[in-house]
């Protein structure tokens, strides 16, 4: 697998405006938020897209899922909303081959998306 971004974010190579870490996850703020809250969190175990996931532990996907919610309870959007967004290939606009998702808050969110 290539080094994209986030590796070099995870090893320190690149620097990022963290708001959360443990040894599993780690939740950094996206360079070019696309609402008031945007931050991309990721595994410390890499793979490249979401289609991979079932090869993973389920446990660790589960730890995943939650230290999403942790993260935004912490950044105090339970009562506002959030919305969680997982790109996977071309069509949905992946640009990082590193698995991530996004928790988007901070202001109204059209549906269906773009
Ligand atoms: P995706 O389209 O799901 O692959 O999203 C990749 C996201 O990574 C985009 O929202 C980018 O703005 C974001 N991004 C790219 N480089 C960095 C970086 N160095 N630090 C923080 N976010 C980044």
């Known amino acids: 697998m290539h080094e994209t971004v986030f590796d070099k974010i995870l090893s320190g190579d690149l620097p990022a405006d ?18 008031p809250v945007h931050i991309l969190v990721i595994p410390k175990a890499k793979f490249a897209r979401f289609t991979e996931i079932a090869s993973r532990p389920i446990e660790e996907t589960g730890r995943f899922f939650s230290a999403i919610s942790k993260v935004a309870t912490s950044l105090n959007l339970d009562d506002s909303g ?33």
């Open 82 to 114: 959030y919305r969680v967004v997982i790109n996977n290939g071309r069509d949905s606009g992946q640009a990082v081959e590193y698995f991530h998702a996004h928790i988007l808050a901070g202001r109204r969110f059209a549906w269906p998306p773009g």
């Open 18 to 35: 963290s708001v959360y870490e443990d040894d599993e996850v780690l939740a950094f703020r996206d360079i070019n938020p696309q609402a």
